[in-house]
């Protein structure tokens, strides 16, 4: 067991390295030169060659790749050619509000998924449309569920607000970053609800794609349990339908929902960036966007980096934590 | 001896036969639903062929007053903010968007495929080396990386199309590669080697016909995730730079509109919704009629 752990993290940082060796290629040949980017586009050959040669731009790859691992372990992800500040200061700045967005968003998915799963799996009364929706909903492009989300709860209702994080101006600036936590924290309700409500719309938004992809699997995994000879045992016994499906279907079924779980974050922090950059959240999504026209290739690295690397680790984790738990896995 | 009764034959099928009839009525009804969802695929790619032909009006230019609503005469969708026939747009807009799927799919199949195909036909350490490589790629956030490599070639619809289909081909090399192997072991290729036949000679001619129906239902269902990463990507500024009509940039600058105007980011982004469901529907029509997975 212990060496299978250690097999998987050693292969998840071979992983992270090989991201971290695509961006540089990646970097070498972006036309927006951060050098130019950073004198001027007036500025002399000669400072521009020296600047080449102090920024390591001369030394041969590995050299390279080697001092960009080493800066990166240090905390240095270069700076920003727009904003001028190091990349690592401003993910810290942004990160937090990106952060609580895709981890509400994924438990909603994750909610949502599980629900849906569990009652098209025992056909109960009304799945069959809600599958109907949520596919639909799975069809749709996430800006189109956001723009009719607006329309509808913004617009026509005026329940939930349009963009930004809160309306509260003197919202609390607490330990954890979270707004609704931080609320809490500070015992200010009126801006609990007030991030919720700003949470809500994207949100939600975000959650459907994942969420019909894990009841999808779900569905299939608990349907495949069902046909077991364990399962007609505990039937058999006169276990209750519930009990059959809490304790014999669902527990061994979960699995493969719990992988699609772990690959949906994936497509969800893509959704993010474009989700941001509608309801103006300020997160990291809305600075790639920012960054985009300006060809902050640092930036995009920055962010490139800090999403490539979550991915890894939670696929990584659910691949651990399904070994543990599940026994037939260990080979 | 007593002479047996006459022996009567189980006529065959008696039995099976009622067995699945009673399953056959769903399963003509999904076949009928199957049949209607491939048409549909027909129909959007031969509008996505020959949409442009029937555009009323040129893409790009100013044709009429700004902001008309949907439904008015001579612009069926409406004009956006500075006069553009939205119809003639979205035309447009979806032939790119449906070929440039078409495309991204293709290249990711062929380099898919060819790395699979060599890796699960060999074996050793060429299998060992490609497949770790394809692991690695498998183990990274396809969209996001896609979005760096764009930011880095620069935003075009070409390195757009380049940076999707570099991280779109590990699946396929994955699933041609377990095909291969399972084929490899198979009678009729020990045969072909015992015969005498080569490496490559067994490669093209025996192997490759066999991973051409698990592809096809992967790549098929493949079509909508992909229509809507390149949706997004456009709608991030990545795509064709500005006066194009591709559908996800179209929605990003009508955005300001949304409360006044809302058919104008509406309407693109209900034509990707639309591709997007057909290649939904079609991609499971085939998967159910080809009969596999």
């Known amino acids: 067991m212990a060496r299978f752990i250690a097999g998987r993290i050693v292969a998840m940082i071979g992983v992270i390295l090989v991201l971290v060796l695509l961006l540089l290629v990646l970097q070498r040949y ?3 030169d951060p050098v130019r980017a950073k004198l001027g586009a007036n500025a002399r050959a000669e400072l521009v060659a020296a600047e080449r040669e102090r920024l390591g731009y001369n030394d041969p790859l590995p050299v390279q790749y080697f001092n960009y691992v080493k800066g990166l372990a240090t905390g240095d992800m270069q700076d920003s050619l727009r904003t001028r500040r190091p990349v690592a200061q401003d993910l810290g700045a942004y990160l937090p509000a990106t952060a609580e967005l895709a981890l509400f968003a994924l438990g909603l998915a994750i909610v949502i998924g599980g629900a849906l799963g569990i009652a098209s799996a025992a056909r109960w009364r009304g799945s069959g449309v809600l599958r109907v929706v949520l596919v639909g909903g799975s069809s749709a492009p996430v800006f189109l569920l956001v723009l009719l989300g607006l329309l509808f709860f913004y617009r026509r209702l005026g ?21 609704v936590l931080d609320g809490l924290l500070a015992l200010r309700f009126d801006v609990v609800g007030d991030a919720f409500k700003h949470l809500l719309l994207p949100g939600l938004c975000l959650a459907i794609g994942p969420a019909v992809a894990i ?3 779900l569905r299939g995994s608990i349907i495949d349990t069902m046909g077991t000879d364990f399962v007609r045992t505990a039937r058999s016994l006169g276990a209750p339908e519930r009990t059959v499906m809490r304790r014999h279907a669902l527990r061994n079924g979960i699995g493969p929902a719990l992988s699609m779980t772990g690959l949906q974050v994936g497509l969800m922090f893509a959704g993010v960036v474009v989700v941001e950059s509608i ?4 997160g990291i999504g809305l600075y790639t966007v920012q960054s985009i026209p300006r060809l902050d290739f640092p930036a995009i690295a920055g962010v490139t980096l800090v999403l490539g690397v979550l991915y890894v680790v939670v696929n990584t984790i659910v691949d651990i934590a399904q070994t543990v738990a599940d026994p037939r896995l260990r080979g | 001896m007593a002479v047996a009764e006459p022996y009567v034959a189980p006529v065959p099928g008696r039995f099976e036969k009622s067995a699945p009839r009673r399953r056959s009525g769903t399963l003509s009804f999904t076949t009928r639903f199957d049949k209607v969802a491939l048409g549909l695929l027909g129909f959007v790619t031969l509008v996505a062929l020959v949409g442009p032909l029937f555009a009323p009006h040129p893409p790009d230019e100013a044709v009429g007053s700004p902001f008309q609503p949907l439904l008015s005469p001579s612009f069926p969708l409406g004009t956006d903010d500075i006069g553009r026939d939205i119809f003639s747009r979205v035309l447009y807009g979806i032939q790119s968007s449906w070929f440039s799927a078409l495309v991204v799919i293709a290249s990711g199949v062929i380099i898919g495929g060819i790395i699979g195909l060599i890796a699960g036909s060999s074996g050793g350490w060429i299998d060992s080396v490609l497949m770790r490589i394809t692991d690695t790629f498998l183990a990274l ?15 075009g619809l070409r390195n757009t199309l380049v940076a999707v289909a570099l ?7 994955r699933i041609v590669r377990g095909e291969v192997r399972a084929l490899a072991s198979r009678p ?4 072909a080697r015992l015969a005498g036949a080569g490496r490559t000679r067994i490669m093209v001619k025996h192997l490759l016909p066999g991973t051409v129906g698990v592809t096809v239902v992967a790549a098929s269902l493949d079509v909508s995730a992909l229509i809507l990463t390149l949706a997004s990507l456009s709608f991030l500024g990545l795509g064709a730079p500005a006066p194009a009509p591709e559908l996800g940039a179209m929605t990003a600058r009508g955005l300001t509109y949304l409360l006044e105007y ?32």
């Open chain 2, 188 to 191: 009729h290729i020990e045969a």
């Open chain 1, 30 to 32: 972006t036309p927006a």
């Open chain 2, 141 to 155: 956030p396809g969209p996001v990386l896609a979005i760096a490599v764009v930011a880095a070639l620069g935003p």
């Open chain 1, 159 to 179: 329940w939930l607000p349009a963009t930004g994080r809160t309306g509260i101006r003197d919202a609390p600036e607490g330990p954890t970053d979270f707004l």
């Open chain 1, 279 to 282: 309801v103006a959240w300020p």
């Open chain 2, 167 to 173: 991280v779109w081909w590990p699946y396929y090399a």
């Open chain 2, 262 to 293: 809302a058919w104008i980011p509406l309407v693109p982004a209900f034509a990707v919704f639309l591709l997007a469901l057909v290649a939904n529907l079609a991609g499971d029509g085939i998967r159910d009629l080809l009969g596999r997975r």
């Open chain 1, 215 to 217: 009841g999808r699997t």
